[in-house]
T-cell receptor
Framework: EAGVAQSPRYKIIEKRQSVAFWCNPI?????LYWYQQILGQGPKLLIQ????????DSQLPKDRFSAERLKGVDSTLKIQPAKLEDSAVYLC?????????????FGAGSRLTVL | AQRVTQPEKLLSVFKGAPVELKCNYS??????LFWYVQYSRQRLQLLLR??SRESIKGFTADLNKGETSFHLKKPFAQEEDSAMYYC????????????FGQGTRLTINP
């Protein structure tokens, strides 16, 4: 089966600019996750969707970050305006509802550098 | 609140030696515990989960509820085990989000 697709793989922007990341999950996976991984740290969940509804966005900085999954398939994560501390790898993952609901498949990640 | 602690950021052992990567957790209830691994230039992927109670690539992990630990062990390390290892916890109530530890970089020396 095709894996989780993410683009772009790399992005360099200046602070206060905006950026968007795209994710296409594994076909049929109802749950989609966006994680932020800062260098030297473990992945931190930003937002979790089930189909096109938000399950958890408690750690999403909503003043600058937004995410949507309009048709319950692919998703976009946006940062506007970016800050230096947003430099990180943004990981998208997906999982089915059943079976294997608790096993996440990760994409390759989108590496953001904010100058 | 869910919390996962991996006390060692770096761990280096010689090939053929035993390996133990430590993981402690904090959760009020019975969580699900996982080990994920990221090999060089590869994606983060599941290594094993406590529910399966299986050995993957020679690794095992036992959930110790009394000590709130889920340490990863392998009796004889191989060079291809060099990677970044993350312990993760998923609550069984509410949003059931997966929370990761900081990770341990394991290096196997020849």
């Amino acid at each position: 089966e095709a894996g989780v697709a993410q683009s772009p793989r790399y992005k360099i922007i200046e602070k206060r600019q905006s950026v968007a990341f795209w994710c296409n999950p594994i076909s049929g996976h109802a749950t989609l996750y966006w994680y932020q991984q800062i260098l030297g740290q473990g992945p931190k969940l930003l937002i979790q969707f089930q189909n096109n509804g938000v399950v958890d966005d408690s750690q999403l900085p909503k003043d600058r970050f937004s995410a949507e999954r309009l048709k319950g398939v692919d998703s976009t994560l946006k940062i506007q305006p970016a800050k230096l501390e947003d430099s990180a790898v943004y990981l998208c993952a997906s999982s089915p509802l059943w079976p294997g609901a608790n096993v996440l498949t990760f994409g390759a990640g989108s590496r953001l550098t904010v100058l | 609140a869910q919390r996962v602690t991996q006390p060692e950021k770096l761990l280096s052992v010689f090939k053929g030696a035993p390996v133990e990567l430590k993981c402690n957790y904090s959760y009020s209830g019975s969580p699900e515990l996982f080990w994920y691994v990221q090999y060089s230039r590869q994606r983060l992927q599941l290594l094993l989960r406590h529910i399966s109670r299986e050995s993957i690539k020679g690794f095992t992990a036992d959930l110790n509820k009394g000590e709130t630990s889920f340490h990863l062990k392998k009796p004889f390390a191989q060079e291809e085990d060099s990677a970044m290892y993350y312990c993760a916890l998923r609550g069984v109530q509410g949003a059931q989000k997966l929370v990761f530890g900081q990770g341990t970089r394991l290096t196997i020396n020849p």
